[in-house]
């Protein structure tokens, strides 16, 4: 028992000190599900060693709450949104497995607006930016995110703030 117990701790002590030369595994593109605010499908364009160009294409309100003060009246329902940034990523492992990122972008929205004269479809621009963490497990082909930001309104509404936050998984090819 005593040996079988010192097999195992020197072949896990080895396992642990033995350097390792796997890299994360960030490709060119990656597809995948974002769910949060904006939640929906989420497609990422890497270039170089540090930038990369980030699109969301989804739902846009029901996180938070579909009723929400908006103008003169309110927001209840959920609406379209496409939502892209320009990126800068760096490692934060030897490894390159946990990576953070930040960027900044657009958002267009489309979602049903309520007031006294009674709805109306409306269309929403403005900008974003955002922040995030993402893992890549070794020599998988997947990545899992979490990230967070804010959505600044230029039309309709100037300056109407809303939160962007977001958790999800991507697939790297």
Avoid at 17 to 41: C, D, F, H, I, K
Avoid at 60 to 70: A, P, W
Wanted: proline share 3%.
């Amino acid at each position: 028992m005593r040996k079988l117990i010192l097999v195992t701790a020197l072949a896990l002590l080895g396992w642990l000190t033995m350097p390792t030369t796997a890299r994360a595994q960030y490709n060119n593109w990656s597809v995948g599900v974002r769910l949060g605010e904006p939640s929906g499908v989420n497609i990422r364009k890497y270039f170089g060693n540090n930038h990369a160009f980030d699109l969301n294409i989804g739902t846009y309100g029901g996180l938070y709450g579909t009723k929400r003060s908006y103008r003169n009246g309110e927001y209840k329902s959920v609406g379209l949104t496409v939502q892209g940034h320009y990126l800068w990523h760096t490692a934060l492992t030897k490894s390159e497995s946990l990576r953070a990122y930040y960027g900044f972008g657009g958002q267009v929205n489309t979602r049903k607006f309520y007031n006294a004269g009674g709805n109306q479809s409306q269309l929403s621009i403005g900008g974003s930016g955002i922040g995030g963490l993402e893992y890549f497990p070794v020599n998988k082909p997947y990545s899992f995110f979490l990230e967070t930001g804010a959505y600044v309104e230029l039309l309709q509404a100037p300056f109407f703030l809303s939160l962007n936050t977001g958790i999800g998984l991507r697939y790297n090819f």
